[in-house]
């Protein structure tokens, strides 16, 4: 079993939006509720951290886990354009993580939320034979303005944040810039907020396992297909596969209605046009006139 | 390093609370949220579930995996008073754990899920050596009245719901009412809401480590010391120890002024008092005069 597919399992169960203040449930990159009397929605996202899936101990100093743990939450925040608010974290903790690796894991943690502005509320503790963290983060935006992977439509133009396969080169080559990359992502937080605020972006996603798979995600989710028909702004020293399949970028991927200006760079950050929303069957992309396998990481697959 | 040492480590590094509209930060069974504009609280609580930590595949039911999963984090909500809303799951999950053990924890999941009128709002999912859960619920309940921990005042009668040291025992010997009550509890929502709304209880909380534990944690939170001064309601069959130390009997622990009237039943649930609360040592338990030592599950203790 896939994890697309559980979780098409899980939505074919489980209609929950538009009850009790849940705007948006399962598929996209946070879940919206909205609290009665409220001028703002609040976006919900989970995010898993698992040693020897996601890192290991002999490799990953724990600054660099606990930093890692947070920032896939708040790139979930930033696909959305919400501003995050608090977090919480549940850890499981293997008997070798003794106080220094959990005092250094704490450090790199509330290192970005210092950065980001988001408290830590509270969690939860366990023992386990490894590792695992599990963030939650809750953001806020205005209400009924935050950015989905369904708003594409056909004609939109396709745009990607940064550049991509930095993080798979850096996991595989463990130096240079690369790794540093792998190590310390950035959410692209003020990004988000300028897409939802400035651009209007109709829809948005993060990507983190690889854009042949979420690309295909934010397709379905619009009912769209996509064309990329542009070179892909590669990470220095990447090949084309990393770029593609390649996980933990935590870039954004965003289309936009044609015809809107989208500046080269914010905030530094390269803002690249990749491709064109087209209509036809939901979820299928090519690559210069051929179909893209979506090789992309599926966190359940074997 | 224990659970509470690292939450007091925690609580040292962070002044959460009054932030970005976070009421009440790390150290309580819930963290609480007041959105901008809102007429009520928000409260939040994540609850980690651990393959051979906290059940074991061989005799644990992935149904009975998957209810207790979410029970864990709706007595949280039940102990602030609140209403839950909705829930997300991480899930960490084996190789083993194929497609019909994850419909069978669904299946426990949702059907307490249903119960309790809480929607599965999102989550996560990824690859692990073992079974880990970690359940998120938000609740809500009318602005400032949510119970906490650090409520009660000397000459405050103590009460617990139910009975203690059931789940321990069927831990132990896996037959019979006791086994059942490990696998299927029930957390105590309406009582939770009663507890507020009606008694105006001064303190609540849920027993999940054992009422000599976490009977010291909200004395510590309120600054007051306790007597044990009547016999507690013990589980048919199972030992004092089991019933002063045993993890997981979920019920709800609470204080109210003196005199407050206190019905011997509510909706079936007996509610027993068990003692006093005074001045003193903050964090002091006595039984029947003689100090009581906190040999309740510590999650981190080796």
């Known amino acids: 079993m896939t994890e697309d ?71 979930d925040i930033a696909a ?23 005092s250094g894991f704490y450090d790199g943690f509330l290192r970005l939320a210092g950065r980001c502005s988001v408290v830590l509320a509270g969690g939860d503790l366990a023992r386990a034979a490894k590792v695992a963290c599990d963030i939650v983060v809750c953001g806020s935006l205005p209400r009924g303005t935050a ?32 790794w540093q990359r792998h190590l310390w992502p950035e959410p692209r937080l003020e990004l988000g907020r300028f897409l939802r605020a400035k651009l209007r972006a109709t829809s948005a996603m993060d990507l983190s396992d690889g854009i042949s798979l979420d690309l295909r995600r934010l397709c379905r989710e619009s009912k769209v297909s996509a064309e990329l028909n542009a070179p892909l702004p590669v990470f220095h020293g990447a090949g084309l596969e990393e770029a593609l399949d390649g996980g933990e970028d935590y870039e954004l991927l965003f289309t936009v209605r044609p015809g809107v200006r989208v500046p080269e ?28 396998a979506p090789r992309g990481f599926d966190h359940l697959r074997a």
Chains 1, 2 share one sequence.
């Open 265 to 292: 760079r914010r905030r530094g950050i390269p803002l690249t046009r990749i491709g064109t929303m087209r209509e036809g069957r939901a979820g299928r992309v090519t690559l210069f006139g051929s179909p893209l």
């Open 147 to 178: 950015l989905l992977r369904s708003g594409a439509r056909p004609g939109d133009a396709l745009y990607v944040s940064g550049t991509l396969g930095g993080s798979a080169l850096g996991l595989a080559t463990r130096r240079g810039p690369a």
């Open 80 to 102: 959305m354009g919400a501003q995050p608010r608090f977090c919480l974290l549940s850890l499981a903790l293997p008997e070798w993580a003794g106080r220094k690796w959990v």
């Open 5 to 75: 597919q559980l979780t098409r399992m899980l939505r074919a169960r489980i209609q929950p939006a538009g009850r009790k203040g849940l705007v948006l449930g399962i598929g996209d990159d946070c879940a919206i509720f909205r609290p009665r009397g409220a001028g703002e929605d609040l976006v919900f996202t989970t995010d898993l951290l698992v040693e020897d899936v996601h890192f290991r101990a002999a490799t990953h100093r724990p600054q660099a886990v606990g930093w890692k743990a947070l920032a896939r939450g708040l790139s």
